[in-house]
């Protein structure tokens, strides 16, 4: 990845986009368009289809008739396996290329969007359709006169609405595993960031997908994902984004066919440094690089950082010297550190919870404010927000920005309080050298991740999900196939 091949991807003019259906690119029915924004600068890059229900109708159909066909949801899982091996090395192939499209859609910094999107998509591509024959069914235990089979089917038609923060990576947590499972899909990306999933419909194209497996339909939520969270031919509904949207799709699922629903919700996850931590240091970058990256729109973001009274102050300022190094510039540019956020409405509401948090008493440490404004992008200082108290709004609510609230406990006891005194569960982390509490805070936090002396870094191979607010259901790892897939018995009399 160098510099010079990074700024002529990013002068490549972008077509004006189209709706992925049946395995070819269309209009929306009325010829409906959304602008896209590059939050780098502020200006139009290209367009996306706007579908509404009648385009939702099509995607819809054309998964069902591919799933009834059998071509794919029928094949054999070697078949199956060879097609997502091969969409995984052409998503390796063009790594750079989906890498800028994306940041350029999104403003994810380079460093970050390259590891964490293309080359992520493609690991876990290959993750499931290595594991698509080695997931068996099961043999009951019977009289020797009864044969009992448990088998494993795919569910038919599956619908993923996914967010703009990793819109790959998270992409390929649902559509490689419902893929792998025998499903088809119809994928609604973020109306902010969909140019990359555009693309990955290509290239499941050219992997041999066929056509009608894969559907990528563009547009508003409040329009094209409601239609899909009412319609009564999508049996299931996985979904990564805000707790609003989480409620709405399970009304839609009652207001119609009871689909499944699976949802990966917000967080507000707390950080926690006892005094013993092995090295402070560390602790204050690594959490810094834990709220800060990705200009803080991270569902597992340590957005709440908890620090032992005794060694507060003393942290503060070494969480303080290591955000100041960070670099927030042109996510293209490979120095920097943190990139933009990805819209002006995004970044309204991030500065909307600056103004709330020091109305509510909370002491502003270091940024807060608006910067590089001249360029015509969206970019935020990385801000510390020090004195925070329980019940102040931002220690409470999810900015889903870089803004850090930070607490001070006195002891173990009231750092679990502390940990678990949001409404959400979704990650966490303990820093300390005393394996006993280690374990004991693994137990006491509730939350689908708990990092011990690190925060981020999990792989394909754990899941990823939350308790409470945070929704259910599971992310990645062999455990996701239990979203995309239902349990059919068979009970044969051999008398």
């Not at 009648?54 to 794919?72: L, M, N, T």
């Amino acid at each position: 990845m160098d510099q010079a091949t990074i700024d002529a991807l990013r002068q490549k003019p972008v077509a004006a986009q189209k709706l992925f259906i049946g395995g070819v690119f269309a209009d929306s029915r009325d010829g409906e368009t959304l602008p896209v924004i590059s939050p780098i600068d502020g200006t139009t890059l290209t367009s996306i289809a706007d579908a509404g229900a009648a385009d939702v109708d099509r995607a819809v159909a054309a998964a069902r008739a591919a799933f009834e066909k059998g071509s794919w949801s029928r094949a054999a899982p070697a078949a199956r396996k060879k097609v997502l091996l091969k969409l995984a090395d052409l998503i390796e192939k063009h790594a750079l290329e989906l890498a800028v499209l994306g940041v350029r859609d999104n403003g994810t910094e380079i460093g970050m969007a390259y590891k964490a999107e293309p080359l992520s998509a493609a690991g876990t591509f290959r993750y499931y359709a290595e594991a698509i024959d080695k997931v068996y069914g099961e043999i009951a235990p019977t009289a020797p006169d009864v044969l009992g089979l448990i088998h494993r089917e795919p569910l038919g038609v599956v619908a993923a609405i996914v967010p703009w923060n990793f819109p790959m990576m998270i992409g390929a947590w649902k559509v490689a595993p419902a893929l792998a499972a025998g499903n088809s899909v119809v994928l609604k990306p973020a109306e902010v960031a969909s140019l990359t999933l555009l693309r990955l419909g290509e290239l499941a194209a050219e992997a041999g997908l066929p056509e009608g497996v894969l559907n990528i339909v563009t547009g508003r939520g409040s329009v094209t994902g409601e239609a899909l969270g009412l319609h009564m031919d999508v049996d299931a509904i996985v979904f990564t984004g805000s707790g609003g949207v989480g409620r709405r799709l399970l009304d839609y699922s009652a207001r119609s066919n009871l689909k499944r629903v699976q949802l990966e919700l917000g967080g507000k996850s707390p950080n926690v440094v006892f005094a013993d931590a092995p090295d402070l240091d560390i602790a204050a970058k690594v959490s810094a690089n834990g709220i800060f990256r990705n200009a803080g729109q991270v569902c597992v973001a340590g957005s709440r950082l908890l620090v032992q009274s005794s060694i507060y102050d003393a942290f503060v300022e070494k969480l303080v010297a290591a955000t100041v190094k960070m670099k927030v510039g042109d996510p293209l540019d490979i120095k920097s550190d943190i990139g933009a956020v990805s819209s002006m409405e995004q970044l309204k509401k991030d500065l909307g919870h600056v103004a709330t948090a020091l109305d509510e008493g909370a002491q502003l440490v270091s940024g807060g404010r608006r910067i590089r404004e001249e360029s015509g992008g969206y970019y935020m200082e990385p801000t510390i927000f020090g004195g925070v108290a329980p019940g102040m709004t931002v220690a409470r609510e999810e900015v889903f920005g870089p803004v850090l609230a930070v607490q001070r406990f006195e002891d173990e006891a009231e750092a679990v309080r502390l940990a678990n005194g949001t409404v959400y569960g979704l990650a966490s982390a303990v820093w300390t050298a005393n394996l006993a509490r280690a374990h004991r805070m693994v137990r006491a936090i509730r939350a689908g991740v708990v990092h011990v002396n690190t925060y981020g870094g999990a792989d394909m191979t754990v899941p990823l999900g939350g308790f409470g607010q945070s929704g259910f259901g599971r992310d990645k790892s062999l455990h996701a196939f239990d979203k995309y897939s239902d349990l059919k018995t068979a009970w044969i009399s051999l008398a």
